[in-house]
């Protein structure tokens, strides 16, 4: 058994072991026995949606890393995308998204169409 960061997280955005149960869809004592080491989550799917909620890596989470940032998404091959600005599309409401989502379709095809990368 291992003990995940769980309380550590937990603790850092004010929720108490009831309030994370009930967003998680488990028992306070299942939080409690995650949190001891007792228990540990029973999927892949419950670490990565942990892991996601925090905004952490599932390293961290499993306490096999020091960071807490999740490693920056990638384009595939390319650069790493900068997480900042990942940061500001987030915080944009679904209208907002939409506009950016057509400003950038638009970028993509006006430099597909003169050939150029």
Do not use: C
């Not at 004010?14 to 306070?28: L, N």
């Not at 907002?96 to 050939?115: T, Y």
């Amino acid at each position: 058994m291992f003990k995940i960061r769980l309380k550590e997280l937990r603790e850092s955005k004010g929720m108490t072991q009831r309030d994370f149960a009930a967003e998680f869809g488990v028992s306070k004592g299942t939080v409690g026995m995650w949190e001891s080491g007792a228990r540990e989550p029973r999927t892949i799917d419950e670490i990565n949606r942990i892991a996601d909620y925090f905004g952490v890596s599932t390293d961290y989470l499993l306490g096999r890393a020091e960071k807490k940032e999740k490693p920056a998404p990638t384009d595939g091959d390319g650069p790493t995308l900068d997480a900042s600005l990942i940061e500001r599309l987030i915080q944009l409401t679904p209208e907002e998204r939409e506009k950016v989502e057509v400003f950038v379709q638009g970028m993509i095809a006006g430099r597909d169409a003169h050939g150029s990368r």
